[in-house]
């Protein structure tokens, strides 16, 4: 199974960004799909977004075009790049694979992440 490990989380000002990364530890480019969820305190986990073995990317509606998500198969890395943040999206943003068929829109998740703390201070 794969693990997953994030790193970048931390305190930042309104307006600003981050960067996180969730190294794998096996091949991405063989992982159907990869993702980031986040949980805010005191609510439900939810997705940010997404990317699939063929690099087709979606977003959560709540991201608005302040987030990205990209992949570095040579590294085995996915990146989470944080822009514009507002105290609203601090929570803990954790990474998971899985999907199936080269899609995010079948299959489940086989693996978390421990996730990263990102606070946003106003």
């Known amino acids: 199974q794969v693990q997953l490990v994030e790193s970048g989380g931390g305190s930042v000002q309104a307006g600003g960004s981050l960067t996180l990364s969730c190294a794998a530890s096996?091949?991405?480019?063989?992982?159907?799909?990869m993702a980031w969820f986040r949980q805010a305190p005191g609510k439900i986990r939810v997705g940010v977004g997404n990317?699939?073995?063929?690099?087709?990317?979606a977003y959560a509606d709540f991201v608005k075009g302040r987030f990205t998500i990209s992949k570095d198969n040579a590294k085995n890395t996915m990146y989470l790049q944080l822009n514009s943040l507002e105290p609203e999206d601090t929570a803990t943003y954790s990474c998971?694979?899985?999907?199936?068929?080269?899609?995010?829109?079948?299959?489940?998740?086989?693996?978390w992440g421990r996730g990263t703390q990102v606070t946003v201070s106003s």
């Open positions: 096996t091949d991405t480019s063989s992982i159907d799909c």
């Open positions: 990317i699939d073995s063929n690099g087709r990317i």
């Open positions: 998971a694979a899985g999907g199936y068929g080269g899609t995010c829109a079948r299959g489940t998740i086989d693996a």
